[in-house]
């Protein structure tokens, strides 16, 4: 009896393992998936201790993960208890939902396209106050937990659920004081987030912009440019480039562009809404390149700033 028992205790895994076992599975399936990873003399173990347990494999479709140094009783445990792993979504500046969804569908069990098809759902979308172009505004910088087998469906629950805690009715008052919607909030910060890598600046960049939409200003963001041509290569922007034929050219079309340019997070949604009334309508890179801006209340103060830094950028041979 000891021998018999000795290899499923003390035979150890000797790596943590993520393997996934398909929807409506056989036990042939399993065991092979198990032979793979752990070879055949822990996989019989395993399944013996199943099919002791009468594990319905069928109804055990999930992703696990076992940690290195588990026994074929902590294997079987895991499977035959459906203890499934979760997976972590991480989100953090995407600049473009097809990237966004192919890099949540490469971890899950659905196609990209599935996902897809609900972001452009203009029912779907209405739930969260959003229109399918403003879909990347749901997608709030953060870290998910879903399962492996979750649906798309399942996916944007989980990801409006966060999206609805955000837009709390302080925020959404806060919005409101400001002239703007939730969406559009989102749509500033992400041009916001695009112009400065320094957090005490976004609350002012986003300010600036609200202030030019308040007189009636086109935006002519670079950034927007950047998202209408999808090259996030461009470090200076010339005249060719504005002629682009996109409702993302701020450049040639009133006020905000149909949805965010990247996805955002809380920090910056508070930086904006909390930020601090100024005057200012321009903005110009610092020509030191610390990636701080100069910001001007009137054009003739923010083309000597422009004349500035566009001498420093000739100086350092930046086309």
Not at 187 to 200: G, K, L
Request: proline residues 5%; charged residues 25%; aromatic residues 8%.
């Amino acid at each position: 009896m000891l021998l018999l028992f000795y290899p499923v205790v003390m035979r150890k895994t000797q790596q943590t393992v993520v393997f996934r076992i398909p929807r409506g599975a056989t036990a042939a399936m399993v065991s092979d998936s198990l032979t793979k990873h752990y070879g055949p003399g822990m996989a019989k173990s395993v399944m013996r201790l199943m099919n002791m347990r009468r594990v319905d494999y069928s109804k055990r479709h999930g992703m696990y993960e076992v940690p290195q140094g588990s026994n074929a009783i902590a294997v079987a445990r895991k499977i035959g208890a459906g203890g499934q792993t979760p997976v972590r979504l991480t989100v953090n500046g995407f600049r473009s939902l097809d990237l966004l969804a192919s890099r949540i569908s490469a971890k899950l069990e659905f196609p990209a396209d599935s996902l897809l098809l609900l972001l452009n759902d203009r029912e779907v979308m209405s739930r969260y106050g959003l229109r399918p172009e403003q879909a990347l505004a749901l997608f709030v910088d953060d870290t998910y937990e879903v399962y492996w087998t979750s649906s798309p469906r399942e996916v944007i629950d989980k990801i409006g659920k966060n999206y609805l805690s955000l837009w709390n009715q302080e925020r959404r008052d806060k919005a409101a004081a400001l002239g703007l919607s939730p969406a559009e909030v989102m749509t500033v910060a992400s041009i916001a987030d695009e112009e400065t890598n320094d957090p005490d600046e976004k609350g002012k960049v986003a300010r600036l912009y609200i202030n030019r939409l308040k007189k009636g200003m086109r935006l002519q963001a670079d950034p927007t440019i950047r998202f209408a041509l999808n090259d996030f290569t461009i470090r200076r922007v010339k005249g060719n480039h504005l002629k682009v034929n996109s409702p993302y050219n701020t450049y040639t079309h009133n006020g905000l562009p149909p949805g965010p340019i990247r996805t955002t997070g809380r920090s910056t949604v508070d930086r904006l809404l909390d930020s601090e009334p100024h005057d200012y309508l321009f903005m110009c890179a610092k020509e030191d390149f610390s990636g701080s801006h100069n910001f001007a209340s009137t054009f003739a103060e923010h083309s000597r700033n422009a004349e500035r830094y566009r001498h420093a950028l000739n100086a350092r041979g930046i086309q």
